[in-house]
């Protein structure tokens, strides 16, 4: 089964920071497989071998497959010879030489997404720290992965409606409105995420959101003007604004003044009815 590529980077990611902070010297990990109770290790750091490559480890099986169970930690001291685990996958370990090996579940929206795990090559207890930097690393992989959900559950949302002349009627109008929500809450997203390829395609979706009829000659906004704009065109308030962008309040009323000075606008309202005609808001 194919493996999505950027949350399988996010996993990769999140094997070099495991590595760094706890000195362990081989990591590896993978993601649980759509519409499956398993885990495939994907993403390999460290390893000797190829031994672990594509291995699918069942929920319940090994020491993965205990922490997917469990939804917890898990690490064993000698695997080859611990009882705290099956022993489904010793040929594969072995072949590795790992002794010492920790396993971190990926746990987002309460659904286990992933394993990290960490390894030594000796039989050596695994300390309170070590196992610490390991769940930090992979809390770091779970909240790229929820900003990457909220980006995807986003953009399948945010199909425009047909390209309109004079904006929309009576009919439509509750379907703008859910257009221009999708499309603040594109653009204040899009800031978050550290993916510069879905970042690109946020903005993009934006873009096509705000199009229209296609863009009329006018003043040049900078991206948080535009940000700005599309919170108050969405009905949140200065302090919304703000928090949903991660700003100060100050911040953004020196946004909107700024979008109002450029747009020849006296008021909020009259700076997003200008930002519609010149195509930066849907």
Known sequence: MAVDAAQAAQIRSALVRLRRTTGLPVAFGGLVESGQRQVRISELSGTATAALSALAVTAGNGLGGRAVALSRPCAVTDYSVSRQISHEYDLPVAAEGLR?????????????????????????????????????????????????DEADELLAAASPPP????????????????????????????????????????????????????????????????????????????????????????TVKSYLRSAMRKLGARTRTEAVAAARRTGWLP
């Open 100 to 148: 010492s090996v920790l396993a971190v579940p990926v746990v987002v929206r309460r659904r286990v997404r992933g394993v990290l795990y960490g390894a030594l090559r000796t039989a050596q207890p695994l300390g309170d720290r070590t196992l610490g930097a390991a769940v930090a690393a992979a809390r770091d992989a779970e909240q790229a992965l929820v900003l990457r």
């Open 163 to 250: 390209a309109r002349t004079a904006g929309p009627g009576p009919a439509d109008g509750a379907a703008w409105e859910q257009v221009r929500e999708a499309h603040a809450a594109l653009r204040a997203l899009a800031p978050r995420i550290t993916d510069p390829a879905l970042r690109d395609e946020l903005l993009d979706a934006c873009g096509l959101l705000a199009a229209g009829s296609g863009p009329v000659p006018g003043p040049r906004l900078a991206p948080r003007e535009v940000d700005v704009l599309a919170c108050v065109a969405a009905g949140a308030t200065n302090g919304a604004a703000a928090e949903r962008l991660g700003v100060g309040p100050e």
